[in-house]
C-alpha cells in the first residue's frame, strides 16, 4: 500500500527530474532502470494519483534519462531476461568460455542501451545520450589487460555513444591514455580527491593529444569522470560527529560543496589551457558547467553527485 506521504515524496522527486531536464541538466540512471516516482498521468490507483514512467523506453522518450551506467549489477538482473537467457544456452552450446560469455552478455546489453539513447545522441550532436559500462576486467593491475578490454568492448558493441569505464587506478590512468588514443570514449570512476582529478585530467591530455597527433577528430572522442561529492561529505561529517566542540559540529555539510567548488575550479582553469585550444587542428569545444554534464571530446567536466 502506498500512503499519500510517500506519493507526495514521490511527486516532489519527480518535479525535481523535471525541472534538472528543463534547465539542460542530463539525468542519468546508475545500475537499474527504475523510474522516477510522480512523473504525472493517472494512476490505476484512480484519478489524480500520479503514475512514473514504467520502462527505459518511456524513460528516454519522455526526457527522463539521457544516459545510463551499466555495472556488474545490471548485468548480473539482465540475465533472468528471455532475450540473455536465449544468448546463454547459445554460447553454452559452442563451448564459449565464462569470461567470453560475460563479454557478449556485458556488449549485448550494452548495445541495447547505445541503440535505445542513439536518438538522444544524434539530437544533442554527441553532447548526451551515452551509456557508460564497466568492464569486465580479470587483471585490473595489468593496463595492457585494461586496454585489451576496452578495446574488445568498443569493437563488440560498435556504437559511438559507448563509454568505457575505467578505475582512476595507477594501471587505469595508463589505460585511459591508450583508449583516447585509440578514439574509444571512457568514462573514469567517481573519484573523491582532487589529486586523483589531476592524474585524470593529465591522462586525458596525453591520451587526446596522441589521438590528434594520429589525425583522429576530437569532436568524436568522449572523456569524463565524475566526484562522489556526497561519499566524502557523508564520511567527514561522520569523523566530525565524534569530535567535542562546537566547531565540528558547524563544519559538518561542508565538505561536500568545499570540494566541488575546488575542483570546479581546476576544470575551469583546464578548459582555458586544455587540448585542442591552440589552433590549427581541431580541439575539443568547452563543455558546459552542468550538475551532471556529459560532453564529446570536452575538456573534463567533473560530474557531482
Not at 587540448?275 to 563543455?287: E, I, L, N, V, Y
Request: with cysteine; proline share 8%.
Amino acid at each position: 500500500m502506498t500512503t499519500d506521504a510517500q506519493q507526495g515524496r514521490a511527486g516532489m522527486r519527480g518535479a525535481t527530474w523535471k525541472q534538472l531536464a528543463a534547465e539542460g541538466a542530463s539525468v542519468w540512471l546508475d545500475g537499474s532502470v527504475r523510474p522516477p516516482a510522480g512523473s504525472g498521468g493517472a494512476a490505476p490507483g484512480g484519478p489524480g494519483r500520479a503514475t512514473a514512467p514504467r520502462t527505459a523506453e518511456q524513460l528516454v522518450a519522455g526526457g527522463w534519462v539521457t544516459g545510463l551506467v551499466l555495472g556488474p549489477e545490471a548485468l548480473a538482473d539482465s540475465v533472468v531476461l528471455p532475450s540473455q537467457r536465449a544468448l546463454l544456452r547459445d554460447l553454452a552450446s559452442l563451448e564459449v568460455s565464462p569470461q567470453g560469455a560475460v563479454r557478449r552478455l556485458s556488449a549485448h546489453r550494452a548495445r541495447e542501451a547505445c541503440d535505445l539513447l542513439g536518438r538522444v545522441y544524434e539530437e544533442t550532436g554527441g553532447r548526451d545520450g551515452y551509456v557508460s559500462v564497466d568492464l569486465p576486467v580479470w587483471s585490473p593491475a595489468d593496463p595492457a589487460v585494461l586496454l585489451a578490454e576496452a578495446r574488445t568492448l568498443w569493437w563488440l558493441v560498435d556504437r559511438p555513444n559507448l563509454l568505457v569505464r575505467i578505475p582512476a587506478t595507477e594501471a587505469g590512468l595508463a589505460a585511459i591514455v591508450g583508449c583516447l588514443a585509440d578514439g574509444i570514449g571512457v568514462d573514469v570512476a567517481p573519484l573523491v580527491t582532487v589529486e586523483s582529478y589531476r592524474q585524470v585530467l593529465e591522462a586525458f591530455d596525453e591520451g587526446l593529444e596522441r589521438a590528434r597527433a594520429a589525425g583522429r577528430r576530437l569532436d568524436r572522442i568522449a572523456a569524463l569522470t565524475s566526484f562522489a561529492v556526497r561519499k566524502v561529505d557523508t564520511e567527514v561529517d561522520a569523523r566530525l560527529a565524534v569530535l567535542p566542540g562546537a566547531n565540528s559540529a558547524a563544519l559538518r555539510g561542508r565538505t561536500g560543496p568545499a570540494l566541488a567548488r575546488v575542483v570546479y575550479r581546476l576544470r575551469e582553469e583546464h578548459l582555458d589551457r586544455g587540448p585542442g585550444r591552440g589552433g590549427g587542428a581541431p580541439g575539443p569545444a568547452p563543455a558546459p558547467a552542468a550538475p551532471r554534464g556529459r560532453g564529446a571530446a570536452q575538456a573534463p567536466v567533473p560530474i557531482l553527485s
